[in-house]
Each structure stands twice: as structure tokens, then as C-alpha cells.
């Protein structure tokens, strides 16, 4: 005689674990995650200074910057890498004005890239000296700190397409060439704040990463010493990806780029 209580009670508990697994499943589903394959197409290989090989993704541009795969100092696309102050070639873990290499203590006795008398040496330099170019001093010949063109060329719709995503669990931003003949090729820029005094401010709100020229402030025509200019990008209702500035003491990640010999 079959004992219905006890067959009712096995279907359940049957029943309980299979929804556990369908709604484990729908938890473990993530409608933002791309793989590393979407990172590693359109690859080349460029040896550094250290001997070390290093990648870079072709983007198509017409300046033919090739963009590093990862920050300086990172081994993945996801990870951060180095933080690195303004015109500092070394990285370092406290960032604060009197530990910044170009001033003597504070914002009003800067020492060097300075156009203003009330702070500090005036030597006019508003872009960075090759020998004060991290990229360039850690991996070699070619390499460089972006610029604000080139900053502005990776945002234009007419190169690529911006996609927030997560790389391995990590948040950030997908740029994708549109171009002819490169579509997909892609480079990602994860969330990673800045440094501030020992303490990692927006780090999972913004990316930012230092470009090699002080802050041109637009509306009063004119430079702000104690500032650069850097890539901001942060995902909003409306994503906001502009060109900002940072006082030049903090520490920001640095995505190099690499120019091809002609």
C-alpha cells in the first residue's frame, strides 16, 4: 500500500530544491558581465624597457594610438594597477601636498609646471617633461600618459561606443571601436577612485586616470597650477564621461598609450 503522506512529502521537498537551484541560477545571471574575451580582441604585443611584453589594443584611430590593455601596474584589465600623483614617475600608497614631489609643502610653493607667481615657481611648463612621464619612465620608447586629445578621441561617438559593464565582478566602462575593419576591438576602464591621504575616495563610483597636461580652466581663459587634467568617467542615470580635473598631489591610475614609429 502506498503511503501518499510520505510521497507528498518526498515531491515537495523535490519541488523546494528545484526552485532553490532556478532561483540560484537567476542570482548567479548577471545582465552587465563580459568575459575576457571581449577585452582581447585586436591585440599586439609591445615590449618595454624592462624587457617585459605588454598589450596593446588597436582602436582604429586616426592618431594611431594604440591604448594599453590595462593601467600601469595592473597584470588584468580589471584591476587598478599603480596610483601614481601628477609628474611622479613612482608609484606610492600616501598622497597629500607636503609628500608631492613638485612642491615645497604645500599648493602656494610649487617647484615645478607652474605659470603663476602666487604659487610658487613660475617655470610656464603645462605639459609634462618626458622625464616626468610615468609611462614613459616605466616601460620605454613610444610610451606616453595620454593627453586631453587623446581622451577626447577615445570618448567621440564616431570612434567608439561606451558600455558600462563588469569585468570579473569589477565595474567599470567597455569602450568599443566603431570603426571600419576594427569593430570590437575593445578596452576596459574599471572603477577605481582616487587616493586621498590614505584614505580611496569614488572607488566604486568614478574612474579616473591622469593625462599629461595641467587643467586649462575654459571659462576664465586661463591655467589652474594645482590642477590636471583627467578622464572622468561615472555611471549615472545619464552617464557622465567628461574631461575634469584633480589637484595634482592625488593618486590616480595612468593608462598609457602607446605611438607607433611611423
Same mark, same amino acid.
Given at each position: 500500500?502506498? =503511503? ?9 521537498? /523535490?519541488?523546494? &530544491? ?8 537567476? !542570482?548567479?545571471? +548577471? ?8 577585452? =582581447? ?29 590595462? @593601467?600601469?601596474?595592473?597584470?588584468? *584589465?580589471? %584591476? ?10 613612482? *608609484? ?11 612642491? +615645497? ?8 609646471? @607652474?605659470? @603663476? ?5 613660475? +617655470? ?10 610615468? &609611462? =614613459? ?22 570612434? $567608439?561606443?561606451?558600455?558600462? $559593464? ?12 566603431? %570603426? ?13 577612485? /582616487? ?10 563610483? #568614478? ?5 599629461? !597636461? /595641467? ?9 589652474? *597650477? ?12 545619464? +552617464? =557622465?564621461?567628461?574631461?575634469?580635473? #584633480?589637484? #595634482?598631489?592625488?593618486?590616480? *591610475?595612468? #593608462?598609457?598609450?602607446?605611438?607607433? %614609429?611611423?
Amino acid at each position: 500500500m502506498i =503511503n501518499m503522506n510520505k510521497s507528498l512529502f518526498t515531491l515537495t521537498g /523535490m519541488f523546494i &530544491a528545484l526552485s532553490a537551484m532556478v532561483l540560484t541560477g537567476c !542570482e548567479k545571471e +548577471d545582465k552587465d558581465a563580459i568575459s575576457m574575451s571581449d577585452v =582581447n580582441k585586436g591585440i599586439q604585443v609591445i615590449q618595454g624597457a624592462d624587457g617585459k611584453d605588454y598589450e596593446v589594443v588597436d582602436l582604429g584611430l586616426v592618431s594611431g594610438n594604440l591604448w594599453a590593455k590595462c @593601467n600601469l601596474g595592473a597584470t588584468s *584589465p580589471e %584591476k587598478t594597477g599603480s596610483f601614481f600623483a601628477w609628474a611622479e614617475t613612482t *608609484p606610492k600608497t600616501m598622497f597629500k601636498w607636503v609628500e608631492y614631489k613638485w612642491a +615645497d609643502g604645500d599648493r602656494l610653493s610649487i617647484t615645478k609646471y @607652474n605659470d @603663476n607667481e602666487e604659487n610658487g615657481l613660475v +617655470d610656464d611648463k603645462t605639459v609634462l617633461d618626458i622625464s616626468d612621464d610615468a &609611462a =614613459n619612465a616605466i616601460l620605454g620608447e613610444g610610451w606616453q600618459v595620454p593627453n586631453v586629445d587623446d581622451f577626447l578621441e577615445l570618448l567621440a561617438p564616431r570612434n $567608439c561606443k561606451i558600455k558600462w $559593464c563588469k569585468l570579473n565582478g569589477v565595474e567599470g566602462f567597455l569602450f568599443t571601436s566603431v %570603426k571600419k575593419g576594427f569593430e570590437g576591438n575593445s578596452i576596459f576602464i574599471a572603477v577605481s577612485g /582616487m587616493s586621498d591621504n590614505g584614505k580611496l575616495r569614488f572607488k566604486d563610483e #568614478r574612474a579616473y586616470l591622469w593625462s599629461s !597636461e /595641467m587643467y586649462y580652466d575654459d571659462l576664465n581663459q586661463k591655467y589652474i *597650477p594645482t590642477f590636471a587634467s583627467v578622464l572622468e568617467l561615472e555611471h549615472t542615470d545619464v +552617464d =557622465n564621461h567628461v574631461i575634469g580635473s #584633480r589637484e #595634482r598631489y592625488l593618486g590616480l *591610475p595612468i #593608462r598609457p598609450v602607446f605611438h607607433p %614609429k611611423n
